[in-house]
């Protein structure tokens, strides 16, 4: 196999095929550290890639399999910086770098199986492979903002569907750490299937104990992407600190006489890190579905938090239940929203057991009395503006949710034995921030009016009793007899 030479880019072989490289001319390549050695780069150095090199990259993508080898596909190379200016306006992924490939297949052609995307999809993973071969960076592009706007914007016609982006450039660093993969035993099978499938649905009662255990361990072992704190939730955890829990700001002298507070399944503990960190004088410990979780929330807390394990079936000498009757807060934070329904009264009654008698359970939750149920409808409608798939709705990243009814949730802890001492309700409308970061590959016409409807629903949020009725989030503080 060689290189293709781009100065032959204009000339056409007689029979006006590709035949593709010369024997022996392309530089010899480990195949296997390519398969392996490739990651999704989205930093990148500014400077630009020579034409040649793209052309090679994208000539590697014309040699894939396509369905019945009809290659009803069309790349456009966009390398002219102020083009790619205008992407980056449908999407801040096309922001990143010098190049981006648009990728488009035949609209209707061949769709029985989808094998339309299939074929483009063989096409952006020879790309991608290629130009690691190269030493360059690719990452995938599915969110794309509006792709009608940007098939018109590159001039492709409308028979043309564009399938992706593929973004292009010199790598700004090396070496990023490859995210983890699910072992292959268990997404491998030989004859029969003989796995149990993590549920694509968000609703809890389809999963398992087991399988949210080994979901969010996965999602936590992976990387998780969305691991950052968004501004709207922290300021609604303080103000619920402030509201609920006012003491136990400042550190004690004596560690010996902090007090005991325990977080219940933090999953990424993006809120238990805050919460040690507004909270000095409290010693933090956790609890969880799996020890690797533990431990990555347990590495987010100072001073670092012990680790226990929930439901019993995750326990042993190594990772034991928490010490009954020992805390003096035990929290849990929007977490029973992704439970089964049925299980959440027994998650309740443990977290009464590990109080001591007189201590505080800190309930938070997304209650199903508010705007949340909406948002939610908008979504998975799909069909809100620009086809953005995540509307003003919370990431369902860690796995199932459901928003919960306040009267059921009261109900329960008065069952549990708890004696509920305060209520608040957050939020009433999609705060400021949320909406400029769920907007935010949205067009710019669609952003004002966007803008113009948030800067109305906070004038709305100011209605008096409105937060604690329609408040988003729900916290309360119960107080164990
Ligand atoms: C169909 C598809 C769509 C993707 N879309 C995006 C995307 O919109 N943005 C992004 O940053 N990465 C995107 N990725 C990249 C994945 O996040 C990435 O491949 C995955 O995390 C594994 O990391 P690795 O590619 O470094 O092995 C996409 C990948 C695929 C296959």
Redesign the pocket.
């Known amino acids: 196999m060689s290189s293709p030479d781009p100065q032959d880019r204009p000339k056409k072989a007689k029979d006006d095929l590709d035949h593709g490289p010369e024997p022996g001319s392309l530089e010899a390549t480990n195949f296997w550290d390519v398969i392996y050695g490739?990651?999704?780069v989205?930093r990148f150095r500014s400077d630009p890639i020579p034409r040649e090199l793209t052309d090679k990259v994208m000539h590697a993508g014309i040699w894939a399999p396509s369905s019945c080898n009809y290659q009803m596909w069309d790349v456009v190379a966009v390398d002219d910086p102020e083009l790619n200016a205008e992407l980056a306006q449908l999407s801040t992924?096309m922001g990143n770098a010098p190049v981006n490939l648009v990728i488009s297949y035949g609209r209707d052609f061949s769709e029985e199986g989808s094998a339309n995307i299939q074929s483009a999809?063989a096409m952006i993973q020879n790309m991608s492979l290629a130009a690691h071969a190269l030493g360059l960076g690719t990452?995938?592009?599915?969110?794309m903002g509006d792709n009608e706007k940007l098939r018109e914007r590159v001039g492709l016609p409308y028979d043309r569907l564009v399938i992706?982006v593929l973004a292009l450039g010199y790598p700004d660093k090396d070496g990023?750490r490859?995210?983890g993969r699910r072992p292959l035993e268990r997404v491998t099978h030989y004859n029969q299937y003989a796995g149990e499938p993590i549920p694509s649905s968000t609703n809890p009662a389809d999963w398992t104990p087991q399988l949210l255990a080994l979901y969010q361990r996965a999602r936590v072992l992976n990387g998780l992407?969305h691991n950052k704190p968004r501004a709207w939730e922290v300021r609604a955890l303080e103000t619920m600190l402030e509201q609920l829990v006012p003491e136990g700001i400042e550190k004690v002298e004596d560690d010996g006489q902090a007090q005991h507070w325990l977080d219940v399944l933090p999953c990424n503990g993006i809120l238990t890190e805050r919460l040690s960190r507004e909270r000095k004088g409290y010693h933090f410990d956790i609890v969880e579905r799996s020890p690797e979780v533990a431990a990555f929330v347990a590495k987010r807390t100072r001073p670092r938090a012990n680790p226990f394990g929930w439901p019993e079936s995750a326990q042993d000498e190594d990772f034991p239940a928490p010490e009954a009757g020992k805390y003096d807060v035990v929290s849990c934070l929007f977490r029973l929203e992704d439970i089964a329904p049925g299980d959440r009264s027994a998650l309740i009654a443990d977290m009464h057991s590990w109080l001591r008698p007189g201590g505080r359970l800190i309930l938070g939750y997304v209650s199903r009395k508010s705007f949340h149920q909406t948002t939610e409808s908008l979504r998975k409608r799909r069909g809100g503006p620009g086809g953005v798939e995540y509307v003003l709705s919370p990431d369902p990243n860690i796995g199932p949710f459901e928003a919960l009814a306040p009267k059921e949730v009261e109900g329960m802890v008065r069952g549990a034995g708890f004696a509920i001492e305060q209520s608040i309700g957050l939020q009433a409308v999609p705060q400021a921030e949320e909406i400029e970061f769920r907007t935010r590959n949205f067009s710019g016409r669609t952003k004002k009016v966007v803008g113009l409807i948030a800067g109305t629903l906070a004038a709305f949020e100011k209605l008096p009793g409105l937060q604690k009725t329609r408040g988003r989030f729900r916290f309360l503080a119960a107080r164990k007899a």
């Open positions: 490739r990651r999704s989205r992924q999809s990452f995938w592009i599915t969110q992706a990023t490859a995210p992407r």
